[in-house]
C-alpha cells in the first residue's frame, strides 16, 4: 500500500536526490537541476505547502521512500490541480506510478476538486499509460516552456 506523507523542510535531500538524477529528470526538464535550482524549487514547493491543502508528498510503500508526488490547486481555479510524481530509479517498473497516481486521484476527489491535470513529455510512454489507464485525456501537445509537453486532464466523477 502507498503511504503519503507532506513534504516538510527537513526533506530536502530526498527531493535533492531525485531531482539531480539525470534519469529522473530526463522526461521533466531534460536535464539535472543544479544545486541552486533545486533549491530555489524546494523553497517554493513549502512555501505553496503553507497555502495548499493538498501539496507535496514523500511516497512510502512498505515504509520504504520511493519517491514524491503531488497535486497542486490551481490559485486560479480553486476546484482544479495538477497531479505529477517522481520515482526513484530503482522503483520504475514495479506499477507503483499507478499506485501513486491513483492514491492522488483519490487526494483530489476527498478534496471535492472537479479538475485534475497532468503535463508529461510526450515521449514518456510509461506515464502516458499510466494517466490514460486512469481515464485522463489529452487536451494539448505541443511546446511548453520550450520543452516538448503534452497536458492530460481527467473530469473527476467520470468513469475511468
Same mark, same amino acid.
Given at each position: 500500500?502507498?503511504?503519503? &506523507?507532506?513534504?516538510?523542510?527537513?526533506?530536502?535531500? $530526498?527531493?535533492?536526490?531525485?531531482?539531480?538524477?539525470? &534519469?529522473?529528470?530526463?522526461?521533466?526538464?531534460?536535464?539535472?537541476?543544479? #544545486?541552486? +535550482?533545486?533549491?530555489?524549487? @524546494? $523553497?517554493?514547493?513549502?512555501?505553496?505547502?503553507?497555502?495548499? &491543502?493538498?501539496?507535496?508528498?514523500?511516497?512510502?510503500?512498505?515504509?520504504?521512500?520511493?519517491?514524491?508526488?503531488?497535486?497542486?490547486?490551481?490559485?486560479?481555479?480553486?476546484? #482544479?490541480? +495538477?497531479? /505529477?510524481?517522481?520515482?526513484?530509479? +530503482?522503483?520504475?517498473?514495479?506499477?507503483? /506510478?499507478?499506485?501513486?497516481?491513483?492514491?492522488?486521484?483519490?487526494? $483530489?476527489?476527498?478534496? +471535492?476538486?472537479? =479538475? =485534475?491535470?497532468?503535463?508529461?513529455?510526450?515521449?514518456?510512454?510509461?506515464?502516458?499509460?499510466?494517466?490514460?489507464? !486512469?481515464? @485522463?485525456?489529452?487536451?494539448?501537445?505541443?511546446?511548453?516552456?520550450?520543452?516538448? /509537453?503534452?497536458? !492530460?486532464?481527467?473530469?473527476?466523477?467520470?468513469?475511468?
Amino acid at each position: 500500500m502507498i503511504e503519503l &506523507r507532506k513534504m516538510e523542510e527537513a526533506d530536502y535531500s $530526498a527531493y535533492a536526490t531525485l531531482v539531480t538524477d539525470e &534519469r529522473v529528470m530526463r522526461y521533466i526538464t531534460e536535464h539535472p537541476l543544479t #544545486e541552486t +535550482e533545486a533549491k530555489r524549487r @524546494f $523553497a517554493s514547493i513549502i512555501e505553496q505547502q503553507r497555502h495548499d &491543502r493538498l501539496g507535496s508528498y514523500l511516497v512510502y510503500q512498505d515504509a520504504t521512500w520511493i519517491g514524491i508526488g503531488h497535486v497542486t490547486q490551481d490559485t486560479r481555479q480553486p476546484f #482544479e490541480a +495538477e497531479l /505529477g510524481y517522481m520515482l526513484l530509479p +530503482e522503483q520504475w517498473g514495479h506499477g507503483y /506510478g499507478s499506485l501513486l497516481a491513483t492514491r492522488l486521484l483519490e487526494l $483530489a476527489t476527498e478534496h +471535492e476538486l472537479t =479538475v =485534475v491535470t497532468a503535463t508529461i513529455d510526450p515521449n514518456h510512454l510509461a506515464s502516458r499509460k499510466i494517466l490514460t489507464n !486512469l481515464g @485522463f485525456h489529452s487536451t494539448y501537445v505541443g511546446p511548453i516552456d520550450g520543452l516538448p /509537453g503534452e497536458i !492530460l486532464e481527467k473530469r473527476l466523477g467520470e468513469s475511468s
